[in-house]
T-cell receptor, first 114, second 115 residues
Framework: GDSVTQMEGPVTLSEEAFLTINCTYT??????LFWYVQYPGEGLQLLLK?????DKGSNKGFEATYRKETTSFHLEKGSVQVSDSAVYFC?????????????FGSGTRLQVQP | EAGVAQSPRYKIIEKRQSVAFWCNPI?????LYWYQQILGQGPKLLIQ????????DSQLPKDRFSAERLKGVDSTLKIQPAKLEDSAVYLC?????????????FGQGTRLTVV
């Protein structure tokens, strides 16, 4: 079945540092890929998405590129802020099957220190 | 636009008791999901509805969990009887079917503690 593997956390960075959170996936078809973020005390929010190979999703300074050849969707940000402290989830959806539900990774906690 | 509403926010019950959670999706969203998120893990799908029909309930422990979505709007998820391992956050999400690959919008969840 489908699965998503993320790097374990917590990831602790100083403000303005470069961020990479690795994500790889296994899927039978051609999934859409997502990054969701969960800020403290809040619900899951979509951060960015990519629906086909070589697409780049971007939002709030975060980027991720859909790499079919390496089955990866790594999240990057050039300069993190304290406000980026949250748990980040990589996810996929096999929307072509009609099922559309998300399969999530285990999440990576990011802590940004001033 | 109002988001996905869930209640209650928190619930503490003893094992073998029953509990129910309620979800009101975003208006017009035909697809509704219930996920279980155990501490330190990613959310896991329990059941997916499209309107009031079940699309996928393959991971729902049907001996103790049940869910319904009457009239294709609100939904309830019930656990009876609860076990200690059911302690988790139960997330409801909804999405539109008007476009492919549309995002799912999540509620804030119900945190269940079984003691």
């Amino acid at each position: 079945g489908d699965s998503v593997t993320q790097m374990e956390g917590p990831v602790t960075l100083s403000e303005e540092a470069f961020l990479t959170i690795n994500c790889t996936y296994t899927a039978t078809g051609y999934p859409s890929l997502f990054w969701y973020v969960q800020y403290p005390g809040e619900g899951l929010q979509l951060l960015l998405k990519a629906t086909k190979a070589d697409d780049k999703g971007s939002n709030k300074g975060f980027e991720a590129t859909y790499r079919k050849e390496t089955t990866s969707f790594h999240l990057e940000k050039g300069s993190v802020q304290v406000s980026d402290s949250a748990v980040y989830f990589c996810a996929l959806s096999e929307s072509g099957t009609g099922r559309r539900a998300l399969t999530f990774g285990s999440g990576t906690r990011l802590q940004v220190q001033p | 636009e109002a988001g996905v509403a869930q209640s209650p926010r928190y619930k503490i019950i003893e094992k073998r008791q029953s509990v129910a959670f309620w979800c009101n999706p975003i208006s017009g969203h035909a697809t509704l999901y219930w996920y279980q998120q155990i501490l330190g893990q990613g959310p896991k799908l329990l059941i997916q509805f499209q309107n009031n029909g079940v699309v996928d309930d393959s991971q729902l422990p049907k001996d103790r969990f049940s869910a319904e979505r009457l009239k294709g709007v609100d939904s309830t998820l019930k656990i009876q009887p609860a076990k200690l391992e059911d302690s988790a956050v139960y997330l409801c999400a909804s999405s539109s079917i008007r476009t492919v690959n549309t995002e799912a919008f999540f509620g804030q969840g119900t945190r269940l503690t079984v003691v």
